[in-house]
């Protein structure tokens, strides 16, 4: 099963900042968070990923609270591009497997 | 980043027959996985294969329905064998990053459809 929970869908306006929130409240202490994406019709696609600092990418930043319970995702400026179902995953780099949940189905409307 | 190709890109066939879906990788790497990915459903991983060892399979998948191949450091096959409509779904290879180990890298999926 998936270590974490999303919201199943979310609404953004397009130029304005997705904010998308994910719970790990059992992550362990060398699991790592990691996003996906998979716009419709295509695999998956990898957008960040962090242990306990906050991290940013051309693509996206990830916000990742101190007790490392929870995490956000934001895409600064979001376009109809970027409307695809987004992947929270944790996951150690010790052979672990990704486990994909059901993910948030974000719409990014013009 | 590794690019990876799928052969067929979709397909549709009839119940009984087998299909076999390949996956190509323009780098070497040790480790590929397949996915499928039921009609508005998330990815479940089938099996990660490794080369010159037979392929791990997740709990629910067997070797007998879900045979697959790894000859190589570039190259996957997996068959899905006496096919019924309940396995209409996308199949997907990926690759985990070499670098680090740290990322996988996900194929465009296969779209198989069994009437």
């Known amino acids: 099963d998936a270590k974490t929970t999303q919201p199943p869908s979310m609404d953004c306006a397009e130029g304005r900042a997705a904010n998308l929130p994910c719970n790990h409240s059992?992550?362990?202490?060398?699991?790592?968070v990691y996003w996906y994406r998979q716009i419709h019709s295509q695999g998956p696609q990898y957008i960040i990923h962090g242990l306990k600092n906050n991290e940013t990418n051309e693509m996206a930043s990830l916000i990742i609270t101190e007790d490392r319970k929870s995490s956000t995702l934001i895409l600064p400026h979001a376009t109809l591009r970027d409307t695809a179902v987004y992947y929270c995953i944790v996951r150690d780099n010790y052979g672990q497997n990704f486990v994909f949940g059901p993910g948030t189905r974000l719409s990014v409307l013009p | 980043s590794a690019v990876i190709s799928q052969k067929p890109s979709r397909d549709i066939c009839q119940r009984g027959t087998s299909l076999t879906i390949q996956c190509q990788v323009d780098s070497q790497v040790t480790m590929m996985f397949w996915y499928r990915q039921q009609p508005g459903q998330s990815l479940t991983l089938i099996a990660t294969a490794n080369q010159g060892s037979e392929a791990t399979y997740e709990s629910g998948f067997v070797i007998d329905k879900f045979p697959i191949s790894r000859p190589n450091l570039t190259f996957s096959t997996l068959t899905v064998s006496n096919m019924s409509p309940e396995d209409s779904s996308i199949y997907l290879c990926?690759?985990?990053?070499?670098?680090?180990?740290?990322?996988?890298?996900f194929g465009p999926g296969t779209r198989l459809t069994v009437t």
């Open positions: 990926s690759v985990e990053d070499e670098a680090g180990a740290t990322k996988q890298y």
């Open positions: 059992t992550i362990s202490g060398n699991e790592y």
